[in-house]
Every structure is written in structure tokens, then in C-alpha cells.
């Protein structure tokens, strides 16, 4: 397993095409914008080789039989399960946001689960190469991205009935040796940091739009992907140096959209290849593991803004306050309730026909859906408690001006010993991980409210429920 600076140097042998804000980014894992979330991967590779942390980090690899880190490790029972979700919430304690490596985790689980299946009923041999793709990420302790989300074009049409059919990423040549594809994937957290693209399919689609059903690993600097990182609030600062930055991890994923202009794919390298009735089944076991994690890395993050709301009351003289502690309790409880769903769809989770396990799918939607809400609810309990000065509070240049800075000290000043510049940076904090950036990603990551919905639905097997009230109120009828 990589160390942290390891990773850092493996992605610097790589030379991606990456623009952002108009330019392209010649060395871009050393630009303001993407280091945060070069940092924050880097500790998912300094923990997994931290003694202390071994269990919850580290997997033993059902392939080599050798110790690998978890985010490369399928989920084997439900004992893996929970630990991963422990994993997410130890990692968002630690970096305060988001640190990206479980949407490429949730593919990799998702693909051998599918490819398996696809091989059984079709006889391809999808699944022999993923094994042996598997197997390389293992070994090199490779950080892969997971890129599901097409740009959609107009939403009240397929992907083949689109006026311009690379709205959705598809097969555009079938060469004797692999693929070439083209289209866009956005909203993709961590994908400049990342060695390798997990390109999966969207949607399941029908004979068709079987062009459209395709899964494959893409290096990150292969010919042909350019990847745009996307603009966040507050980014500028990430550009100053000092507390408006906020912590050394940033906020969020750093996401880009991923461009596949005419992308050849050997076929080592793919997993799906036109096979759209298995394209649906591969959405929705991604979703389901995705879905839980909101439960832990959620929880983690907010244990951090649970302590920083906490330290900015302390420090405001308000923390004993009857009613401030009666928010922080309910801040407390929302976290908890996704945290323990999270374990409950864990610990219901079945076995697949490839062996790895699926948490319980009407938990997990269940688990994002209240993430939907509750987040947002725990960010105006924090602006609550916090209070004006989250969105006022001067700049630092101005704390560090000659003239004003002084004034500035004084009169921010809080409770007698609670220093200025750690109520400044409290501040920064809670402004970052209650931003829209930051509640945006909590509403649409892993999917947006409605297709939790569905799922939960579909589910939730009324009809059995609608039988078990006709028993105990005996009634009359089927
Ligand atoms: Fe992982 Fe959470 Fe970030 Fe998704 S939002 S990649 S689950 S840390």
C-alpha cells in the first residue's frame, strides 16, 4: 500500500488533460484549486498504513491473500460492511469533508457483481478481465474514480433519441481489439486525483440504446478524456493563503466533468459492451452501496461541525445556554439516525451470486433520502447557534491590515482565553461545510431525492402490507 506522498508522486508521473477556469492546468496536482482534495485522498493512504486504524482500513485481498487497503477491497460479508461504513466515518472525522475514494470503491463492488452475472447468462468473459484489473488495483493501490453521471441533454428522452446522441456516453466504433467512446460524465468527485475513470452506465437501456450500456477503466491521461474541474463556492480562496481558506482539506469532492472525445478502450479494459438489460442492474447495486455511505462519511463530516459549533458557542459564552445545548442534542440525533441506518442496510445485506455482498437497498435509500434533509437541517441548527457573523465576518486581510486589523481583534474578541483567529477559523469552517457547494452534494450526490424514492417504493412492498393489515383488522376480501 502507497503512502500518502506515494500516491502524490504516482499521480505527478501522470499528465492529465485538465483545464480549470479558462486555463489549461499544466501541473495541476500542484494548483490551489485541486490540492485540498489531493490532500484528503492522501490521508485515505496515510490511515490505511497507520497501525492504530489497521482493522477498519485495511482488508485482507480475496485474490493475492496479501493486506490492501479497503477502498480497493470487495465487500466479502456484512462484516465488511460495517467496517467500511466505520472506515467513511473515521475518515470524515479526520478530514472534515469529503474524501472521494468510495464512489470508485462502490464500482469496482458493483462491476464484479454484474460482470459475473452478464458472463453466467451470456457467456461472455467481462468478469475474467475485471479480475484481472481488480487485481492490479490491489496491488498498486490504485485511487480509481467512478463516473456514472451522463450530462442527459433533454431528460424527457432516451439517450439514442437525443438530438445529439453524445449527450449520453456511448460505443461510437467496435474495433476487433476494444471500443472507442464518446460522451460526457459531470458532477465526478475526485477524478483529477484519481489513476484510473470507472466508466459505468447510467441508466438500464433497452436493444436499442445498447450502445449506451458500456462499463470500462480508463487511465486518467488516456488520448482523448479532458477533464474540467468544476467551480465551487468561495473557490478563490483556495487561492489566498490563510483562514478564509478554510482547513487544508477543502470542501466536498473536487469535481469535474469528464470528456471522452472518440476514447479507444482495449478490451482488457472493458465490462460492458452493449448488454443494457444488465446495465440497470449495475446502476442500482452502486446506488444501494453509495447510498449507505452518505450514513458514515456524512456522520464523520459532521462530527467535525457538531465540534466547531460547539467551540464557536463556547466561545461566544453560549454553550451552557439550556437552548443551545437543546439544538446541539438535535443536531446530534439527526446524525445518529443516518449513522445507524447506514449500519442497519449493513448488517441486512445479502449475498450476490459473485460472492460480495449488497446492503439492504430500502435502508440505504432510506439512509440517503433522510441525508437529503437532515443535512440541510444540521446546517441551519450550525447557522443558528453560529449566528450572523458566518456570513459577515471581515476578511483576513483585513484582520492582518496595519491600520484596522487591531480594531478588528478587539472587537471580535469572544469569551476571556478563546482566541480571535480560532473563532475566525471556526467560522470558515462551518461557512464552508453549510455552503451551497457543500448541501448540493448532500442533496444530489449518489443520486438526487427522487430516486431514493423510487427505489424505497419499489422497495417497500405495500402490497405485502396492505396483507398483514387485512389479517390483524380481519378484514373482509383479498
Ligand atoms: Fe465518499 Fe461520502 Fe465523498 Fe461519496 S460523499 S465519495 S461516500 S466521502
Request: with cysteine; charged share 25%.
Amino acid at each position: 500500500m502507497m503512502t500518502g506522498q506515494q500516491y502524490v508522486e504516482s499521480l505527478k508521473r501522470r499528465k492529465p488533460r485538465v483545464f480549470y477556469k479558462g486555463k489549461r492546468l499544466e501541473s495541476p496536482y500542484e494548483h490551489p484549486a485541486i490540492l485540498p482534495h489531493l490532500r484528503t485522498a492522501s490521508v485515505t493512504y496515510d490511515l490505511a498504513r497507520d497501525p492504530k486504524h489497521a482493522e477498519v482500513m485495511t482488508a485482507t485481498s480475496h485474490l493475492t491473500g496479501k493486506t490492501v487497503s479497503r477502498f480497493t477491497h470487495l465487500f466479502w460479508s456484512v462484516d465488511d460492511l460495517v467496517k467500511k461504513i466505520g472506515m467513511l466515518r473515521l475518515l470524515g472525522q479526520e478530514t472534515g469533508t469529503c474524501f472521494q475514494r468510495c464512489v470508485g470503491l462502490d464500482g469496482l463492488n458493483a462491476i464484479w457483481s454484474v460482470t459475473y452475472e452478464m458472463d453466467q447468462a451470456k457467456g461472455t468473459d467481462y468478469h475474467a478481465r475485471f479480475k484481472a484489473f481488480l487485481e492490479r488495483v490491489q496491488r498498486e493501490d490504485l485511487m480509481s474514480a467512478g463516473a456514472m453521471t451522463d450530462t442527459k441533454g433533454d431528460r424527457s428522452l432516451p439517450p439514442w433519441k437525443q438530438a445529439d446522441p453524445d449527450l449520453y456516453v456511448h460505443i461510437v466504433e467496435r474495433r476487433k481489439d476494444g471500443v472507442v467512446i464518446r460522451g460526457a460524465k459531470t458532477h465526478i468527485t475526485g477524478a483529477v486525483n484519481s489513476h484510473e475513470i470507472l466508466v459505468m452506465p447510467t441508466l438500464g437501456v433497452p436493444p436499442e440504446g445498447a450502445d449506451y450500456a458500456v462499463a470500462c477503466a480508463i487511465p486518467i491521461d488516456a488520448p482523448g478524456l479532458t477533464l474540467v474541474f468544476g467551480r465551487q463556492s468561495n473557490d478563490e480562496r483556495k487561492e489566498e493563503e490563510g483562514i478564509d481558506c478554510g482547513t487544508a482539506f477543502g470542501v466536498v469532492g473536487g469535481e469535474s466533468t469528464l470528456i471522452f472525445e472518440d476514447v479507444f478502450v482495449p478490451n482488457e479494459r472493458v465490462f460492458m459492451a452493449g448488454e443494457g438489460d444488465f446495465a440497470g442492474l449495475l446502476v442500482e447495486r452502486f446506488a444501494a452501496w453509495h447510498r449507505a455511505n452518505y450514513g458514515g462519511c456524512k456522520a464523520g463530516n459532521a462530527d467535525v461541525l457538531l465540534g466547531a459549533t460547539a467551540l464557536l458557542a463556547e466561545g461566544s459564552g453560549t454553550v451552557g445556554n439550556a437552548i443551545v445545548k437543546d439544538k446541539l442534542t438535535e443536531m446530534v440525533h439527526m446524525v445518529e439516525t443516518n449513522f445507524a441506518g447506514a449500519i442497519g442496510s449493513s448488517a441486512l445485506a445479502k449475498k450476490l451470486p459473485a460472492g460480495n455482498w449488497l446492503v439492504d437497498a430500502l435502508l440505504a435509500n432510506t439512509v440517503k433520502q433522510n441525508v437529503t434533509r437532515f443535512v440541510y437541517q444540521v446546517a441551519r441548527l450550525a447557522h443558528d447557534i453560529g449566528g450572523g457573523i458566518l456570513s459577515t465576518l471581515p476578511s483576513d486581510a483585513d484582520f492582518k491590515n496595519s491600520e484596522v486589523g487591531g480594531l478588528l481583534k478587539k472587537y471580535f474578541a469572544g469569551k476571556q482565553g478563546f482566541s480571535t483567529d480560532d473563532k475566525r477559523k471556526l467560522v470558515r469552517y462551518i461557512e464552508g461545510m453549510t455552503s451551497v457547494s457543500t448541501l448540493v452534494e448532500a442533496l444530489h450526490g449518489a443520486g438526487s431525492p427522487q430516486a431514493q424514492r423510487i427505489v424505497m417504493f419499489r422497495q417497500a412492498n405495500l402490497q405485502e402490507k396492505a396483507r398483514l393489515a387485512r389479517k390483524v383488522l380481519g378484514l373482509e376480501g383479498k
